[in-house]
Structure formats: C-alpha cells, structure tokens
C-alpha cells in the first residue's frame, strides 16, 4: 500500500507543477464554454431587425349563395353560386426597429448571463489556486490525494478538457 503512495506521489505532483497545464486565462475560457457561457448574443439588436422580417398570415373562406323563388314557390331554388377566396397578407412592425417590446427582458436575460460569468470565472480562479497551492505542498501521499482531489475539481469545471490535453 505505501508503495502505491509513493508511485502516485512520484506521478501526480510532478506533473502538476510542470508548465504543460494551460494558463488560468485558458482554463477560465474552456469553463466559460462548457457552461455556455462563452460569447454574448447580441439578442437585443436581432429582436430589433426582426421587424425587417413580415409577419405572414393567410385565409381562406369559401361563400355559397343562391336565390330563392317567390312566396308562392319556395320550393324552387335559383342557381347555385359558389365562390373561394385566398387572402395573404404580410405585415411589417417597423415601430420595433426604434424599440422592441423584448428588450427589457433581454437586457435583463444578458445581464444575468453576465453576472453568472463572472461568478464562475471567480469559481474557476478559486479552485485553481488551491489546485496549485495543493500541488505546490503534496509532498505526503495525503497532500497528493488532496492535489488530485482538487484537480478534479478544476478539471470539472472545463468538463474533463484539462485531463484531456495531458494536464494531470
């Protein structure tokens, strides 16, 4: 058992120092993505030129009329009309170019997101340094235990991509 310490200790902490890992700047960024956090739509100016796009709807009816006869005849009927109708109209709210009625909740939508990036990137710097700082201090098979405890932990972040580029 102490010999499977002493290999792990041998393997793990080594690597962990090594320069091969990326920077926290990348490691923030691959976690920004695998949250889907990377990268703002722009949901504000599309709803806008949405007005560019027409609002299309369409009708059909389908009309029947005839004469009747007089009073005396009422049994009798006149000839028969029928007549079909299509109706398509295409609409333009260009009022929505100036303003959208979305826009306050977009803006509230991307200010969250916003917020939600910053939290994680905070998250991600945290767990990092206390990677490193474990890294730089596993010297016992505990200390490694707590060093690959504490990549896992910044691995998960980026969804398994650190392990993947041959990080520890």
Excluded: H
């Excluded at 962990?16 to 990268?39: H, T, V, W």
């Excluded at 005396?72 to 398509?88: H, I, K, L, N, Y």
């Excluded at 700082?133 to 010297?139: E, G, K, L, T, Y």
Aim: glycine residues 6%; proline residues 5%.
């Amino acid at each position: 058992m102490r010999v499977a310490w002493m290999v792990l200790i041998a393997v793990v902490v080594p690597s962990l120092a090594s320069a091969d890992c990326p920077s926290l700047e990348a490691i923030q960024r691959r976690a920004e993505a695998f949250a889907g956090l990377d990268g703002t739509p722009a949901w504000r100016a599309r709803s806008r030129w949405s007005a560019v796009v027409p609002v299309i709807s369409a009708r059909a009816t389908t009309d029947t009329g005839w004469e009747e006869g007089g009073a005396a005849s009422r049994a009798t009927v006149g000839p028969v009309e029928r007549q079909q109708g299509f109706d398509v109209r295409l609409t333009w709210r260009l009022e929505r170019l100036v303003f959208s009625p979305d826009e306050p909740r977009l803006f509230e939508s991307e200010r969250r997101a916003r917020r939600d990036r910053v939290a994680l990137r905070q998250e991600v710097a945290t767990a990092y340094f206390r990677w490193r700082r474990v890294a730089a201090q596993a010297s016992t098979a505990e200390g490694a235990l707590a060093a690959a405890e504490a990549f896992a932990q910044v691995d998960a972040f980026t969804g398994g991509w650190l392990a993947k580029v041959g990080c520890p």
